[in-house]
């Protein structure tokens, strides 16, 4: 049975986020041995030297696992991509919402605010203890203009808006 349908979701969060439910993919094994284990990815991506896998925990998790492929289909790498590190390569002025995209996967949630006339990619993701969110600003055009990050206070049940 596939992690990703047996697991919980709480439970596979917190082991995405530990890295504990990657730690079984090793370089060398093929793309059908790592679907075979985890499941369908949410999203494969064309890369100049093979494929991403995508494992995204978006919208309600705070996780993104990226596979990537060789020509061959075969796994080079695996990694969660929802941290300071990866986010700090975004190039301002230069990214496109693709490029956004096939890094980090899909975002949380899209949003418009008055203050400013493109859209805003919202991730979710964890720094610690702290629930966070990553925001990335797009212009008309779709690249990215801006960055930024703010922490997530859910709300409880008793909170007014």
């Known amino acids: 049975m596939k992690i990703f349908q047996t697991v919980s979701g709480a439970a596979l969060v917190a082991l995405l986020v530990a890295g504990c439910a990657f730690n079984s993919v090793q370089p060398g094994m093929s793309r059908e041995q790592v679907i075979a284990s985890y499941g369908a990815p949410t999203r494969t991506v064309p890369l100049a030297s093979g494929t991403r896998l995508q494992y995204s925990l ?14 061959a289909g075969k796994v080079v790498s695996a990694r969660q991509v929802l941290n ?3 986010f700090s390569r975004i190039e301002v002025g230069k990214w496109t919402r693709a490029d956004v995209e096939r890094e980090f996967g899909p975002p949380a949630k899209v949003d418009g605010v008055a203050s400013w006339s493109g859209d805003i990619m919202t991730y979710r993701w964890r720094d610690g203890d702290q629930d966070m969110f ?9 690249v990215v203009q801006r960055v930024g990050q703010g922490m997530e206070f859910p709300m409880r ?3 007014r808006l």
Do not use: C, S
């Not at 990553?134 to 779709?142: G, I, P, Q």
């Open 58 to 71: 978006q919208p309600a998790g705070q996780a993104a696992i990226m596979v990537d492929l060789d020509a």
């Open 134 to 142: 990553f925001f990335v600003y797009l212009d008309a055009a779709k």
């Open 84 to 86: 300071p590190q990866d």
């Open 157 to 159: 049940v008793n909170d």
